[in-house]
């Protein structure tokens, strides 16, 4: 068997050595799941799942430093971010304890007309079959919770396959869902390669595939689902927020460099692009550049470190020729614009690189925020708008009307008012549009994807 190790993105270290698994051991995963699926009196009663997942919970509240630390070596997202992400976890996975209740159907009109009459008809809803869950390397405890947890609530059998750089968070996971009672068979985490992913995806025997990661990747693994077979994918934008003239900056500075700095900007609803009012550009400007100066990069495991390292070094590359780029095409280098070590990057602040810059139509997924001027909103709203990025937006006014029209007219699943793209809670619905991705994540409406709805009609005689 072919081995792999995982390490620290910040230095270098090693910090475990696994194995991959082979096709055959991944198809008999595949096999023990789809067994246990198919076995509908061994079906997991709602009542046992609410049990699994407050044990759960309980072992994950009980073990946040542990877990928040080994997130932040394997993943590089700061300490303080870290212990926030596994925090969220406990909550996470309560709601999905409290959305197993939910999970209900309705009834159905009958008695309505000839036809009808003497009938009753009621739906509810049932687990929809084996889950493969892919997932991304950012957030690398809390997306599991709503991968895995998510269809453990519903009552499916997960397969689950981590991201190579951060396998470990999912190690703990799966660990302790043993510990909390759920059986092996029902939630499997395997460490495969491309082809053997692929073949996986594949298999008629998968019933959902939900994935986190690049649209290339995502809409190719799409393509070669079975017949039927369904799939939640999220993707990537490139995330704009407006600023106009009435906006508070005091309030809104601090959330705009929270959100484009944060995890070193490795986020898919990351601030990336900010349109700023010509009245208040220069002074927005000023004030990010001076926050983003202030920030301390460097190693994640430490207390006070803001921004940690790339996922690995050749991000730090990719970055960096992505801004070199966009001073070539006549944008200005307020701050940052170079590497700070070969895994971190300074946080940058570009103004005015054109439209076309790469920087302004593709995900950065890096420290890098730009500005833009503009003097109409209509204006800004149609450079905002990307034609395949369709993700999560912003918008700082203080102007009701402006919020409730730009609101509808920015291309966004979710737009924020007042706060930065990257806000979310967990029983929000969340996810793209168009190249951004399809369907939408969030707790409870994962849960619901992930089963399907059936209905009985009784005719009375």
């Known amino acids: ?26 198809l008999d995963a595949l096999k023990r799941a789809h067994a246990a699926y198919a076995d509908r009196d061994g079906w997991l009663t709602g009542k046992r799942r609410i049990e699994i997942l407050d044990s759960l919970a309980a072992k994950i509240e009980s073990r946040v430093d542990q877990l928040a630390l080994q997130a932040a070596r394997e993943g590089g997202k700061p300490l303080q971010d870290s212990l926030v992400e596994v925090r969220r976890a406990v909550s996470g ?72 750089s951060t396998p470990m968070s999912c190690e703990s996971l799966v660990s302790m869902l043993r510990e909390a009672g759920l059986e092996e068979p029902w939630c499997q985490m395997l460490l495969t390669d491309h082809d053997v992913t692929a073949a996986l995806v594949a298999d008629k025997r998968v019933s959902f595939l939900t994935f986190i990661g690049s649209s290339k990747v995502g809409w190719m693994l799409r393509s070669k689902l079975a017949p039927g077979a369904r799939c939640a994918l999220e993707h990537g934008g490139v995330a704009p927020a407006i600023v106009d003239e009435t906006a508070n900056l005091d309030d809104a500075i601090p959330l705009l460099t929270k959100g484009g700095f944060y995890h070193a900007g490795q986020v ?3 601030v990336q692009r900010i349109y700023a009012h010509a ?12 926050a983003a100066k202030a920030l301390k990069v460097g190693d994640p495991t430490h207390e006070d ?29 307020l701050c940052g614009g170079k590497p700070l070590s070969k895994t971190t990057y300074a946080p940058t602040v570009l103004l005015d690189p054109p439209d076309d ?36 937006a912003a918008l700082f006014t203080n102007r009701l009307d402006r919020a409730l029209d730009v609101g509808r007219r920015l291309h966004g699943m979710a737009v924020m008012v007042n706060d930065h793209t990257a806000f979310r809670v967990d029983w929000m619905p969340f996810g793209g549009h168009r190249d951004s991705g399809l369907n939408l994540g969030g707790i409870e409406h994962s ?9 009985i009609v009784f005719r009375q005689e």
């Open 1 to 26: 068997m072919s081995k792999f190790e995982v390490t620290a993105p910040y230095d270098g270290a090693v910090l475990k050595e696994y194995e991959y698994h082979t096709k055959g051991q991944a």
């Open 305 to 333: 470190t803001e921004v940690g390292p790339l996922i690995r070094p050749g991000e730090v590359e990719r970055v960096h020729d992505w801004v070199t780029e966009a001073k070539a095409e006549g944008a200005k280098v």
């Open 447 to 455: 849960m619901r994807d992930m089963t399907i709805e059936r209905m």
């Open 93 to 164: 996975v309560k709601v999905a304890r409290d959305s197993v209740a939910k999970l209900t159907g309705n009834e159905v009109p009958m008695g309505i007309n000839e036809k009808s009459l003497g009938r009753w008809a009621v739906t509810y809803r049932e687990p929809r079959g084996v889950v493969l869950a892919i997932s991304a390397f950012n957030h690398p405890f809390n997306l599991l919770i709503h991968q895995v947890v998510t269809a453990v609530a519903a009552g499916c059998p997960v397969l689950v396959k981590p991201a190579e």
């Open 279 to 290: 009245s208040i550009k220069e002074s927005l400007t000023k004030r990010l550049v001076e």
């Open 268 to 270: 898919c609803v990351s």
């Open 357 to 392: 810059a790469r920087v302004s139509r593709e995900e950065v997924f890096g420290p890098v925020v730009s500005v833009y001027g503009y003097d109409d909103i209509h204006d800004a709203v149609r450079r905002a708008n990307l034609e395949d990025a369709y993700f999560q």
